[in-house]
Antibody, heavy 120, light 107 residues
Framework: EVQLLESGGGLVQPGGSLRLSCAVS????????MSWVRQTPGKGLEWVSA????????NYADSVKGRFTISRDNSKNTLYLQMNSLRAEDTAVYYC?????????????WGQGTLVTVSS | EIVMTQFPATLSVSPGERATLSCRAS??????LAWYQQKPGQAPRLLIY???TGATRIPARFSGSGSGTEFTLTISSLQSEDFAVYYC?????????FGQGTKLEIK
């Protein structure tokens, strides 16, 4: 059974940092790309960042470029999102999502989400 | 950035009837379009990818069509569990982008 479990969310002050983790099981992690997608409470979905299976390629939304860093440890089956210089508008539920085995970044499994609140 | 526009924002349909949801891309995304369903307090669920291919264990009443810039998700006979928010997502270009969602509500 595929499982994705996020952790690391919480309350942080503007300008602060936070690292999210996503522990996965039930599939061959190193073979598949992964993404972080966020959702502001009551609003829609916003893709944040993606990383290839090997970890040697990544992409970012303009809204987080230069502030967030995606990474993965394939030996630990874990995906990360390092978030620096956090702003109020980064407040959201952050989901990790697994790409399907076929080409293209669409997501067949999602975690339950972890809430990040940026506020003083 | 490719902008995805969904319409209508809210669709009211009676159980047993057909629902048609639309998604438009600001430029061609070929067939690289996915649809998701999201219920309150839950993560999104993949319904359709490749514009028309049903994801695993998705009921046959869900179907997708379109290519280029115009896409449609059709639910042939609405069940009570289908009332939710639906999102389209293009994966033809970076950054990946989602539509703003269509809320399907009971009439």
């Amino acid at each position: 059974e595929v499982q994705l479990l996020e952790s690391g969310g919480g309350l942080v002050q503007p300008g602060g940092s936070l690292r999210l983790s996503c522990a996965v099981s039930g599939f061959t992690f190193r073979n598949l790309g992964m993404s972080w997608v966020r959702q502001t409470p009551g609003k829609g979905l916003e893709w944040v960042s993606a990383i290839s299976g090997s970890g040697d390629s990544s992409n970012y939304a303009d809204s987080v470029k230069g502030r967030f860093t995606i990474s993965r440890d394939n030996s630990k089956n874990t995906l990360y999102l390092q978030m620096n210089s956090l702003r109020a508008e980064d407040t959201a539920v952050y989901y990790c999502a697994k790409e399907t085995p076929s080409w293209g970044s669409k997501f067949d499994y999602w975690g339950q989400g972890t809430l990040v609140t940026v506020s003083s | 950035e490719i902008v995805m526009t969904q319409f209508p924002a809210t669709l009211s349909v009676s159980p047993g009837e057909r629902a048609t949801l639309s998604c438009r891309a600001s430029q061609s995304v070929s067939s690289n379009l996915a649809w998701y369903q999201q219920k309150p307090g839950q993560a999104p669920r993949l319904l359709i990818y490749g514009a028309s291919t049903g994801a695993t264990r998705i009921p046959a009443r869900f179907s997708g069509s379109g290519s280029g810039t115009e896409f449609t998700l059709t639910i042939s006979s609405l069940q009570s569990e289908d009332f939710a928010v639906y999102y389209c997502q293009q994966y033809n270009n970076w950054p990946l982008t989602f539509g703003q969602g269509t809320k399907l509500e009971i009439k």
